[in-house]
């Protein structure tokens, strides 16, 4: 079965950082761009963060400079560390294989004090 799985989320106070963690079976992981996105209350899905299997990395600007996205091929992993967290990146986020459009159940991330 082909799937992706989050995890990671919790509560975190504003300036805290978490690390989001999204496993990929090895089928998906191979020669795919794996994305992260953000669902705000009330909100759409926005994209936060992808990385491509050649390390391309894209990053929305109300990220840059905070979080990193990286891969560890071994695990099948793509990490999502969050730091400088702000009230405003509370949310799901959500693990993306953009190969078979493959959502996983997303995680919760809340910043407050």
């Known amino acids: 079965q082909v799937q992706v799985v989050e995890s990671g989320g919790g509560l975190v106070q504003p300036g805290g950082s978490l690390r989001l963690s999204c496993r990929a079976t090895r089928t998906l992981f191979n020669k795919n761009t794996i994305e992260w996105y953000r669902q705000a209350p009330g909100n759409q899905r926005k994209l936060v963060a992808s990385?491509?299997?050649?390390?391309?990395?894209y990053y929305a600007d109300s990220v840059k400079g905070r979080f990193t996205i990286s891969g560890d091929n071994a695990k099948s992993t793509v990490y999502l560390q969050m730091n400088r967290l702000k009230p405003e990146d509370t949310g799901l986020y959500y693990c993306r294989s953009q190969r078979g459009d493959v959502w996983g159940r997303g995680t919760l991330v809340t910043v407050s004090s």
């Open positions: 990385i491509s299997i050649s390390g391309d990395t």
